[in-house]
Protein backbone atom coordinates (compact mmCIF):
# COMPACT_ATOMS: atom_id res chain seq x y z
CA UNK A 1 0.00 0.00 0.00
CA UNK A 2 1.48 3.36 -0.92
CA UNK A 3 1.21 6.04 1.68
CA UNK A 4 1.72 9.74 1.57
CA UNK A 5 1.56 11.95 4.37
CA UNK A 6 -1.59 14.11 4.23
CA UNK A 7 -1.14 18.19 3.83
CA UNK A 8 -4.08 18.93 5.92
CA UNK A 9 -3.12 17.10 8.88
CA UNK A 10 0.09 15.33 9.12
CA UNK A 11 -0.60 12.90 11.90
CA UNK A 12 -3.23 11.09 9.24
CA UNK A 13 -1.59 9.69 6.68
CA UNK A 14 -3.06 8.94 3.84
CA UNK A 15 -3.93 5.72 2.19
CA UNK A 16 -4.06 5.06 -1.12
CA UNK A 17 -5.83 1.84 -2.80
CA UNK A 18 -2.75 -0.09 -3.88
CA UNK A 19 -1.70 1.03 -7.66
CA UNK A 20 0.69 -1.59 -9.83
CA UNK A 21 4.31 -1.20 -10.09
CA UNK A 22 4.83 0.13 -13.77
CA UNK A 23 8.33 0.37 -15.06
CA UNK A 24 8.82 3.48 -16.80
CA UNK A 25 8.68 1.92 -20.58
CA UNK A 26 5.31 0.55 -19.52
CA UNK A 27 3.59 3.23 -17.69
CA UNK A 28 2.22 6.01 -19.61
CA UNK A 29 0.53 9.56 -18.88
CA UNK A 30 -3.08 10.22 -19.78
CA UNK A 31 -5.44 12.81 -20.04
CA UNK A 32 -8.63 11.92 -18.73
CA UNK A 33 -11.60 15.25 -19.99
CA UNK A 34 -14.07 15.45 -18.27
CA UNK A 35 -12.32 12.19 -15.28
CA UNK A 36 -14.15 13.89 -12.12
CA UNK A 37 -17.60 12.84 -13.82
CA UNK A 38 -19.32 9.99 -13.85
CA UNK A 39 -18.18 7.17 -16.73
CA UNK A 40 -14.64 9.73 -16.42
CA UNK A 41 -13.98 8.76 -12.41
CA UNK A 42 -14.35 4.89 -13.15
CA UNK A 43 -11.76 5.31 -15.95
CA UNK A 44 -9.61 7.18 -13.83
CA UNK A 45 -9.67 4.31 -11.01
CA UNK A 46 -8.77 1.34 -13.42
CA UNK A 47 -5.88 3.55 -15.03
CA UNK A 48 -4.54 4.27 -11.44
CA UNK A 49 -4.85 0.99 -10.72
CA UNK A 50 -2.96 -0.24 -13.60
CA UNK A 51 -0.78 2.30 -12.47
CA UNK A 52 -0.42 5.13 -15.12
CA UNK A 53 -0.15 8.67 -14.25
CA UNK A 54 -3.13 10.25 -14.80
CA UNK A 55 -4.58 14.00 -15.45
CA UNK A 56 -7.73 15.02 -15.56
CA UNK A 57 -8.88 18.00 -16.64
CA UNK A 58 -12.74 19.10 -15.68
CA UNK A 59 -14.60 22.05 -15.17
CA UNK A 60 -16.63 20.43 -12.38
CA UNK A 61 -19.84 21.39 -14.25
CA UNK A 62 -21.41 18.03 -13.87
CA UNK A 63 -18.41 16.16 -12.36
CA UNK A 64 -17.64 16.41 -8.50
CA UNK A 65 -14.46 16.68 -6.82
CA UNK A 66 -15.73 13.78 -4.46
CA UNK A 67 -15.65 11.18 -7.42
CA UNK A 68 -11.95 11.15 -7.87
CA UNK A 69 -10.68 12.86 -4.12
CA UNK A 70 -9.21 9.08 -2.84
CA UNK A 71 -6.55 9.99 -5.61
CA UNK A 72 -5.62 13.45 -4.66
CA UNK A 73 -2.21 13.61 -3.07
CA UNK A 74 -1.23 10.46 -4.90
CA UNK A 75 1.97 11.24 -6.98
CA UNK A 76 0.69 9.66 -10.19
CA UNK A 77 -2.80 11.79 -10.02
CA UNK A 78 -3.20 15.70 -11.30
CA UNK A 79 -6.82 16.72 -11.28
CA UNK A 80 -6.57 20.01 -12.89
CA UNK A 81 -9.93 22.60 -12.60
CA UNK A 82 -10.21 24.06 -16.43
CA UNK A 83 -12.70 24.52 -19.84
CA UNK A 84 -11.40 22.58 -22.15
CA UNK A 85 -13.20 25.32 -24.59
CA UNK A 86 -10.24 27.35 -24.03
CA UNK A 87 -6.84 25.44 -24.99
CA UNK A 88 -4.47 23.58 -22.72
CA UNK A 89 -1.35 22.34 -23.16
CA UNK A 90 -0.17 19.41 -21.68
CA UNK A 91 2.67 16.57 -22.85
CA UNK A 92 0.75 13.35 -22.81
CA UNK A 93 1.14 9.74 -24.48
CA UNK A 94 -3.36 8.90 -24.65
CA UNK A 95 -6.18 11.34 -24.46
CA UNK A 96 -9.33 9.85 -23.34
CA UNK A 97 -11.95 12.82 -24.38
CA UNK A 98 -14.94 12.36 -22.44
CA UNK A 99 -15.80 16.31 -21.48
CA UNK A 100 -19.36 16.87 -22.07
CA UNK A 101 -22.85 17.06 -20.04
CA UNK A 102 -24.86 13.56 -20.86
CA UNK A 103 -27.36 13.78 -19.46
CA UNK A 104 -30.87 15.54 -21.17
CA UNK A 105 -31.56 18.16 -18.80
CA UNK A 106 -27.76 18.72 -18.61
CA UNK A 107 -26.94 19.54 -21.99
CA UNK A 108 -30.22 21.27 -22.62
CA UNK A 109 -29.21 23.40 -19.86
CA UNK A 110 -27.08 25.23 -21.68
CA UNK A 111 -27.30 24.13 -25.76
CA UNK A 112 -24.81 26.66 -26.87
CA UNK A 113 -22.08 25.43 -24.17
CA UNK A 114 -22.88 21.75 -25.12
CA UNK A 115 -21.84 22.90 -28.75
CA UNK A 116 -19.47 24.78 -27.74
CA UNK A 117 -17.61 21.88 -25.80
CA UNK A 118 -18.23 19.01 -28.12
CA UNK A 119 -16.81 21.24 -31.22
CA UNK A 120 -13.90 23.65 -29.65
CA UNK A 121 -13.34 21.49 -26.74
CA UNK A 122 -12.78 18.63 -29.43
CA UNK A 123 -10.52 20.21 -31.86
CA UNK A 124 -8.26 21.53 -28.74
CA UNK A 125 -8.31 17.93 -28.11
CA UNK A 126 -7.18 16.73 -31.14
CA UNK A 127 -4.56 20.18 -31.44
CA UNK A 128 -3.27 18.72 -28.55
CA UNK A 129 -3.11 15.74 -30.15
CA UNK A 130 -1.66 16.54 -33.18
CA UNK A 131 1.53 18.92 -31.24
CA UNK A 132 2.70 15.87 -28.93
CA UNK A 133 1.76 12.81 -31.16
CA UNK A 134 -0.61 11.62 -28.68
CA UNK A 135 -3.75 8.78 -29.29
CA UNK A 136 -7.09 10.79 -28.53
CA UNK A 137 -10.25 8.26 -28.24
CA UNK A 138 -13.06 10.80 -28.28
CA UNK A 139 -16.36 9.43 -26.16
CA UNK A 140 -19.12 9.96 -29.06
CA UNK A 141 -22.42 8.32 -28.61
CA UNK A 142 -25.75 5.83 -29.41
CA UNK A 143 -27.57 9.74 -29.61
CA UNK A 144 -25.98 10.42 -32.88
CA UNK A 145 -28.41 7.43 -34.35
CA UNK A 146 -31.15 9.86 -33.52
CA UNK A 147 -34.67 8.30 -33.78
CA UNK A 148 -33.63 5.53 -35.36
CA UNK A 149 -35.43 3.80 -38.25
CA UNK A 150 -32.63 0.89 -38.05
CA UNK A 151 -32.55 -1.75 -35.46
CA UNK A 152 -30.45 -2.63 -33.67
CA UNK A 153 -27.87 0.37 -34.48
CA UNK A 154 -25.19 -0.52 -35.96
CA UNK A 155 -22.08 1.67 -36.97
CA UNK A 156 -22.95 1.34 -40.34
CA UNK A 157 -26.32 3.22 -39.89
CA UNK A 158 -25.91 7.13 -40.88
CA UNK A 159 -28.89 8.10 -37.99
CA UNK A 160 -31.96 10.08 -38.45
CA UNK A 161 -31.66 13.13 -36.50
CA UNK A 162 -33.33 16.33 -36.13
CA UNK A 163 -30.95 18.73 -36.62
CA UNK A 164 -33.04 21.49 -34.94
CA UNK A 165 -35.06 19.74 -32.07
CA UNK A 166 -34.47 20.31 -28.39
CA UNK A 167 -31.64 17.38 -28.34
CA UNK A 168 -29.65 18.82 -31.45
CA UNK A 169 -27.02 20.17 -29.37
CA UNK A 170 -25.23 17.01 -27.84
CA UNK A 171 -26.48 15.01 -31.03
CA UNK A 172 -25.01 16.84 -33.80
CA UNK A 173 -22.42 18.51 -31.17
CA UNK A 174 -21.37 14.75 -30.51
CA UNK A 175 -21.56 14.13 -34.68
CA UNK A 176 -19.44 16.97 -35.50
CA UNK A 177 -16.66 15.69 -32.97
CA UNK A 178 -16.60 12.55 -34.95
CA UNK A 179 -16.48 14.60 -38.16
CA UNK A 180 -13.17 15.83 -36.55
CA UNK A 181 -12.04 13.17 -35.17
CA UNK A 182 -11.83 11.76 -39.22
CA UNK A 183 -10.80 15.23 -40.62
CA UNK A 184 -7.77 15.31 -38.06
CA UNK A 185 -7.08 11.88 -39.11
CA UNK A 186 -6.85 12.29 -42.54
CA UNK A 187 -5.16 15.13 -42.64
CA UNK A 188 -2.85 14.91 -39.59
CA UNK A 189 -2.53 11.50 -39.09
CA UNK A 190 -3.88 11.77 -35.75
CA UNK A 191 -4.69 8.66 -34.31
CA UNK A 192 -8.32 8.08 -33.46
CA UNK A 193 -11.03 5.83 -31.68
CA UNK A 194 -14.13 6.81 -31.91
CA UNK A 195 -16.83 4.78 -28.93
CA UNK A 196 -20.36 5.16 -29.62
CA UNK A 197 -21.41 4.45 -25.93
CA UNK A 198 -25.13 3.74 -25.10
CA UNK A 199 -27.02 4.15 -21.85
CA UNK A 200 -24.54 3.27 -19.44
CA UNK A 201 -25.39 2.87 -15.08
CA UNK A 202 -23.99 2.32 -12.14
CA UNK A 203 -21.95 3.83 -8.79
CA UNK A 204 -21.76 8.04 -8.54
CA UNK A 205 -24.53 8.44 -11.32
CA UNK A 206 -25.56 12.24 -10.50
CA UNK A 207 -28.56 11.83 -8.36
CA UNK A 208 -30.48 14.74 -9.77
CA UNK A 209 -29.63 14.33 -13.63
CA UNK A 210 -33.28 13.26 -14.63
CA UNK A 211 -32.42 10.08 -16.58
CA UNK A 212 -34.71 7.35 -16.02
CA UNK A 213 -32.51 5.27 -14.40
CA UNK A 214 -31.65 7.47 -11.16
CA UNK A 215 -34.76 9.04 -11.42
CA UNK A 216 -36.80 5.75 -10.96
CA UNK A 217 -34.43 4.75 -8.73
CA UNK A 218 -34.93 7.70 -6.32
CA UNK A 219 -38.67 7.28 -6.72
CA UNK A 220 -38.86 3.67 -5.56
CA UNK A 221 -36.35 4.36 -2.42
CA UNK A 222 -38.58 7.45 -1.88
CA UNK A 223 -41.98 5.74 -2.37
CA UNK A 224 -42.86 8.84 -4.83
CA UNK A 225 -44.71 7.94 -8.35
CA UNK A 226 -42.25 6.38 -10.65
CA UNK A 227 -42.76 8.57 -13.89
CA UNK A 228 -43.05 7.12 -17.29
CA UNK A 229 -42.53 10.04 -19.98
CA UNK A 230 -45.37 9.11 -22.98
CA UNK A 231 -46.57 5.38 -23.08
CA UNK A 232 -43.59 3.79 -21.79
CA UNK A 233 -43.14 1.31 -24.93
CA UNK A 234 -40.05 3.19 -25.96
CA UNK A 235 -37.15 0.99 -25.30
CA UNK A 236 -33.61 1.69 -23.87
CA UNK A 237 -30.62 -0.86 -23.26
CA UNK A 238 -28.70 -0.22 -20.36
CA UNK A 239 -25.04 -1.16 -19.82
CA UNK A 240 -22.89 -1.25 -16.50
CA UNK A 241 -20.38 1.23 -16.08
CA UNK A 242 -17.40 -1.39 -15.71
CA UNK A 243 -18.51 -3.01 -18.90
CA UNK A 244 -17.93 0.34 -20.79
CA UNK A 245 -14.73 0.90 -19.20
CA UNK A 246 -13.43 -1.93 -19.81
CA UNK A 247 -14.74 -1.70 -23.81
CA UNK A 248 -12.89 2.06 -23.92
CA UNK A 249 -9.77 0.83 -22.38
CA UNK A 250 -9.58 -2.02 -24.86
CA UNK A 251 -10.70 0.13 -27.90
CA UNK A 252 -7.71 2.27 -26.82
CA UNK A 253 -5.56 -0.19 -26.97
CA UNK A 254 -6.32 -1.33 -30.04
CA UNK A 255 -5.56 -0.47 -33.79
CA UNK A 256 -9.08 0.44 -34.74
CA UNK A 257 -9.74 3.17 -35.94
CA UNK A 258 -13.70 3.09 -37.15
CA UNK A 259 -16.52 3.87 -34.85
CA UNK A 260 -17.40 0.93 -32.59
CA UNK A 261 -20.22 0.35 -30.52
CA UNK A 262 -20.06 -0.18 -26.69
CA UNK A 263 -23.36 -1.25 -24.84
CA UNK A 264 -25.46 -3.82 -23.91
CA UNK A 265 -27.43 -5.07 -26.29
CA UNK A 266 -29.93 -6.62 -24.19
CA UNK A 267 -33.31 -4.37 -24.60
CA UNK A 268 -36.08 -3.35 -22.13
CA UNK A 269 -39.20 -1.08 -23.05
CA UNK A 270 -39.01 1.72 -20.17
CA UNK A 271 -42.70 0.38 -18.17
CA UNK A 272 -40.48 -3.02 -18.13
CA UNK A 273 -37.61 -0.76 -17.10
CA UNK A 274 -40.07 0.55 -13.79
CA UNK A 275 -41.23 -2.52 -12.84
CA UNK A 276 -37.38 -4.09 -13.05
CA UNK A 277 -36.52 -0.94 -10.39
CA UNK A 278 -39.80 -0.83 -8.85
CA UNK A 279 -39.26 -5.20 -7.91
CA UNK A 280 -35.95 -4.94 -6.94
CA UNK A 281 -36.71 -1.96 -4.26
CA UNK A 282 -40.04 -3.03 -2.70
CA UNK A 283 -41.96 -0.21 -1.46
CA UNK A 284 -44.86 1.53 -2.24
CA UNK A 285 -44.16 3.68 -5.45
CA UNK A 286 -47.03 3.70 -7.92
CA UNK A 287 -46.05 4.09 -11.87
CA UNK A 288 -47.56 7.08 -13.36
CA UNK A 289 -47.31 8.55 -16.74
CA UNK A 290 -46.54 11.94 -18.02
CA UNK A 291 -46.15 14.08 -21.15
CA UNK A 292 -44.15 11.94 -23.47
CA UNK A 293 -41.01 13.88 -24.33
CA UNK A 294 -39.71 15.91 -28.05
CA UNK A 295 -37.41 13.72 -30.52
CA UNK A 296 -37.08 10.91 -27.67
CA UNK A 297 -35.81 8.19 -29.54
CA UNK A 298 -38.09 5.29 -29.85
CA UNK A 299 -35.94 2.48 -30.21
CA UNK A 300 -32.49 1.80 -29.09
CA UNK A 301 -30.59 -1.50 -28.63
CA UNK A 302 -26.56 -1.53 -29.98
CA UNK A 303 -25.52 -4.25 -32.21
CA UNK A 304 -22.23 -5.04 -30.99
CA UNK A 305 -20.64 -7.45 -34.10
CA UNK A 306 -18.11 -5.12 -34.57
CA UNK A 307 -16.60 -5.13 -30.31
CA UNK A 308 -16.94 -8.50 -30.59
CA UNK A 309 -15.11 -9.22 -33.62
CA UNK A 310 -12.43 -6.37 -33.33
CA UNK A 311 -12.16 -6.32 -29.81
CA UNK A 312 -13.40 -9.40 -28.43
CA UNK A 313 -15.16 -7.63 -26.10
CA UNK A 314 -18.58 -8.10 -24.59
CA UNK A 315 -20.52 -7.11 -21.48
CA UNK A 316 -20.39 -9.17 -18.59
CA UNK A 317 -22.56 -7.22 -15.67
CA UNK A 318 -26.25 -8.31 -15.80
CA UNK A 319 -29.12 -5.55 -15.21
CA UNK A 320 -29.98 -6.79 -12.44
CA UNK A 321 -26.70 -7.23 -11.07
CA UNK A 322 -25.47 -3.75 -11.94
CA UNK A 323 -28.94 -2.49 -10.66
CA UNK A 324 -28.12 -3.92 -6.80
CA UNK A 325 -24.75 -1.92 -6.98
CA UNK A 326 -26.33 1.57 -8.23
CA UNK A 327 -29.12 0.99 -5.96
CA UNK A 328 -26.53 0.52 -2.82
CA UNK A 329 -25.10 3.48 -3.90
CA UNK A 330 -27.76 5.65 -4.05
CA UNK A 331 -29.41 4.26 -0.87
CA UNK A 332 -26.27 5.73 1.15
CA UNK A 333 -26.20 9.08 -1.20
CA UNK A 334 -29.74 9.81 0.20
CA UNK A 335 -28.28 9.09 3.87
CA UNK A 336 -25.32 11.70 3.03
CA UNK A 337 -27.97 14.36 1.70
CA UNK A 338 -30.14 14.01 4.74
CA UNK A 339 -27.37 13.92 7.24
CA UNK A 340 -25.78 17.28 5.62
CA UNK A 341 -29.67 18.49 5.62
CA UNK A 342 -29.35 18.33 9.34
CA UNK A 343 -26.22 19.21 10.35
P1 LIG B 1 -20.91 13.35 -16.60
O1 LIG B 1 -21.74 14.58 -16.76
O2 LIG B 1 -20.93 12.64 -15.31
O3 LIG B 1 -19.39 13.68 -16.95
C1 LIG B 1 -18.98 14.66 -17.85
C2 LIG B 1 -17.81 15.42 -17.25
O4 LIG B 1 -17.35 16.42 -18.18
C3 LIG B 1 -18.18 16.15 -15.97
O5 LIG B 1 -17.21 15.88 -14.98
C4 LIG B 1 -18.18 17.62 -16.38
O6 LIG B 1 -17.89 18.49 -15.32
C5 LIG B 1 -17.12 17.62 -17.47
N1 LIG B 1 -17.25 18.73 -18.43
C6 LIG B 1 -18.35 19.12 -19.11
N2 LIG B 1 -18.08 20.17 -19.90
C7 LIG B 1 -16.75 20.45 -19.73
C8 LIG B 1 -15.86 21.43 -20.26
N3 LIG B 1 -16.28 22.34 -21.13
N4 LIG B 1 -14.57 21.42 -19.85
C9 LIG B 1 -14.13 20.51 -18.96
N5 LIG B 1 -14.92 19.56 -18.42
C10 LIG B 1 -16.21 19.54 -18.80
O7 LIG B 1 -21.33 12.38 -17.80
P2 LIG B 1 -20.91 10.88 -18.09
O8 LIG B 1 -22.14 10.08 -18.06
O9 LIG B 1 -19.77 10.48 -17.25
O10 LIG B 1 -20.44 10.98 -19.60
C11 LIG B 1 -19.08 11.00 -19.98
C12 LIG B 1 -18.98 11.00 -21.50
O11 LIG B 1 -19.56 9.83 -22.04
C13 LIG B 1 -19.67 12.19 -22.16
O12 LIG B 1 -18.89 12.65 -23.23
C14 LIG B 1 -20.95 11.59 -22.67
O13 LIG B 1 -21.43 12.30 -23.79
C15 LIG B 1 -20.52 10.18 -23.02
N6 LIG B 1 -21.67 9.25 -22.98
C16 LIG B 1 -22.23 8.89 -21.78
C17 LIG B 1 -23.33 8.04 -21.78
C18 LIG B 1 -24.00 7.60 -20.51
O14 LIG B 1 -25.02 6.91 -20.55
N7 LIG B 1 -23.48 7.95 -19.34
C19 LIG B 1 -23.86 7.57 -22.99
C20 LIG B 1 -23.27 7.99 -24.18
C21 LIG B 1 -22.17 8.82 -24.16
N1 LIG C 1 -4.35 23.31 -28.90
C1 LIG C 1 -4.37 23.08 -27.55
N2 LIG C 1 -3.28 22.47 -26.97
C2 LIG C 1 -2.20 22.10 -27.68
C3 LIG C 1 -2.19 22.33 -29.08
C4 LIG C 1 -3.29 22.94 -29.65
O1 LIG C 1 -5.32 23.38 -26.84
O2 LIG C 1 -1.27 21.55 -27.10
C5 LIG C 1 -5.51 23.95 -29.52
C6 LIG C 1 -5.15 25.25 -30.21
O3 LIG C 1 -5.63 26.31 -29.43
C7 LIG C 1 -5.86 25.20 -31.53
C8 LIG C 1 -6.55 23.84 -31.58
O4 LIG C 1 -6.00 23.09 -30.52
O5 LIG C 1 -6.87 26.18 -31.59
C9 LIG C 1 -6.36 23.12 -32.86
O6 LIG C 1 -4.98 22.93 -33.09
P1 LIG C 1 -4.40 22.88 -34.58
O7 LIG C 1 -2.94 22.67 -34.48
O8 LIG C 1 -5.17 21.91 -35.38
O9 LIG C 1 -4.81 24.30 -35.15
P2 LIG C 1 -4.03 25.66 -35.28
O10 LIG C 1 -3.31 25.89 -34.00
O11 LIG C 1 -3.14 25.45 -36.43
O12 LIG C 1 -5.13 26.63 -35.52
N1 LIG D 1 -37.65 8.55 -19.02
C1 LIG D 1 -38.83 8.31 -18.32
N2 LIG D 1 -38.96 8.82 -17.05
C2 LIG D 1 -37.97 9.53 -16.45
C3 LIG D 1 -36.75 9.77 -17.17
C4 LIG D 1 -36.64 9.27 -18.46
O1 LIG D 1 -39.75 7.66 -18.83
O2 LIG D 1 -38.16 9.95 -15.30
C5 LIG D 1 -37.51 7.97 -20.37
C6 LIG D 1 -37.09 8.96 -21.45
O3 LIG D 1 -38.21 9.60 -22.00
C7 LIG D 1 -36.39 8.05 -22.44
C8 LIG D 1 -35.77 6.98 -21.56
O4 LIG D 1 -36.46 7.03 -20.32
O5 LIG D 1 -37.32 7.44 -23.29
C9 LIG D 1 -34.28 7.18 -21.31
O6 LIG D 1 -34.09 8.51 -20.88
P1 LIG D 1 -32.69 9.07 -20.36
O7 LIG D 1 -32.88 10.53 -20.15
O8 LIG D 1 -32.22 8.26 -19.22
O9 LIG D 1 -31.65 8.80 -21.54
P2 LIG D 1 -31.65 9.03 -23.14
O10 LIG D 1 -32.99 9.56 -23.56
O11 LIG D 1 -30.56 9.98 -23.35
O12 LIG D 1 -31.40 7.68 -23.68
Not at 21 to 40: D, P, S, W
Request: with cysteine; glycine share 6%.
Amino acid sequence: VHQMESKTDNRVPKIFPSVKFLNYKNRRRILVTGGAGFVGSHLVDRLMLEGHEVIVVDNFFTGRKRNVEHWVGHENFELVHHDIVRPVYLEVDEIYHLASPASPPHYMHNPVKTLKTNTIGTINMLGLAKRVGAKVLIASTSEIYGDPMEHPQSETYWGHVNPIGPRACYDEGKRVAETLSYAYMRQENIKVRVARIFNTFGPRMHMNDGRVVSNFILQALQNDSITIYGNGEQTRSFQYVSDLVDGLVTLMASNYTQPINIGNPVEHTIEEFAMIIKDLIGGTSKIIRLAAVEDDPQRRKPDISRAKKYLNWEPKVSLTEGLKKTIAYFVKELQRTKHLQKD
